[in-house]
């Protein structure tokens, strides 16, 4: 890997641990920060179409359900779309309040991450998920 791609994969990176860490702090404005204006997120079959819009659910979440919750994140890959796009693939769950590891696979997602780059700064254009199949499926 080139030193620059090294360079952005690092950014991008530090775009979702910086998203991750405000999921922890129950922060819905610093989740947003690093997502474009325009950005998507479908999650349960539901879209979210702005990071306004993002922002508002993810609030309304933070204040009930998802109070005190955390994420787990295992990056399976990053792919790069020219020198201004890339995608991530991850493995995440939702770790409700008190909990420390993922107590089912069956809670566990495929999440799929869409980063663009904009006036050199890596922001999150679009976030898909899935559930993982169970073992035994």
Known sequence: MSNHRAADEAAIQAVLADS??????????????NYTVD????????????????????????AGPLAGSSTYNKQLSVRFIGEDAAIVISESAILFAGETEVPTDERK????WVLEKRNHQWLIAAYHNSPVLAPSQ
């Open 109 to 112: 997602v495929n999440a799929t």
């Open 39 to 62: 950005a998507t997120a479908i999650m349960a079959g539901s879209l979210r179409d702005s990071r306004e819009v993002i922002r508002q659910s993810m609030a309304l979440a933070f």
């Open 20 to 33: 991750y860490k405000a999921w922890e702090a129950g922060d819905a404005d610093a989740m947003v920060a």
